[in-house]
Every structure is written in C-alpha cells, then in structure tokens.
C-alpha cells in the first residue's frame, strides 16, 4: 500500500466515525427534546402570563392604574386565558395578581398557576 493510500483510508475512517457520532447526537437530540401536549399546554400558559405581566406594567405606566383582566378589550390580547378559569385581585396602583386554574392532563385535578405584578415569571403553586 502506498502511503497516500493509507492516508486516505486513516480519513475515510475518521470521517466515517465523525459522520456516525453526528447521527447518533441527532437522534439523541430528537429523542429527549420531545414534549408532551401537557407540557406544552403548561409552556403556553407561562408565557401567556408573562405577557400579562409585561402588559399590566404598560398600562400602568401609560393610565396609571393597571386593567380589569375581566374587561372584554384586552381578552384578544390574551387568548390563552380565554376558556381557562382564572381569580384576579387588583389593588389600584399597588399591584395586581392573577391564579389560574387548569387541569391540562384531563385526570381531574387542577393546576394553580399565579403572577403578580413584583415578577414576570409565573409561579406554579401546586402541580397539575
């Protein structure tokens, strides 16, 4: 065997295990970064609440009060709130905070998500 020939091989080689070690990350990629509909039901809520958070400051900061998350105006602003049951507590300029209710899994036990208006990040209360 000439020595460019050996060289060659010694590349395919190494390409071969590179090639194989880049499908192998691959499928383990796409097998762990699945979600569950539960999840992601639960992923959409967080930052549909996040978006209420970010949307209270803004109102209040240009009306000086926050919004009635009941009022029918801002419900298209937040559809993923729509058909779930929610309780609000708003204190004028102090603060707001909002609970949500869901049981996404559908095994009759409800999830409690809460914001407020000191954060952005959801907080889960209890799990569904």
């Known amino acids: 065997m000439t020595g460019s020939v050996r060289i060659f091989r010694r590349r395919t080689r190494w390409l071969e295990l590179l090639a194989s070690g880049l499908i192998l990350v691959g499928l383990g990629i796409a097998h762990f970064s699945r979600i569950t509909p539960k999840e992601r039901q639960e992923i959409h809520l967080e930052a549909d609440l996040a978006v209420l958070h970010y949307m209270q400051q803004d109102h209040l900061a240009k009306h000086g009060r926050y919004f009635d998350l009941a009022d029918p105006k801002y419900g298209d602003y ?20 909002v609970t949500v209710y869901a049981d996404f899994d559908g095994d009759g036990k409800l999830g409690t998500w809460r914001i407020d208006a000191t954060a952005p990040e959801a907080v889960r209360i209890s799990e569904d």
């Open 78 to 97: 937040l559809p993923g709130l729509r058909n779930l049951r929610t309780k609000s507590r708003l204190d004028g300029k102090k603060g707001f905070s």
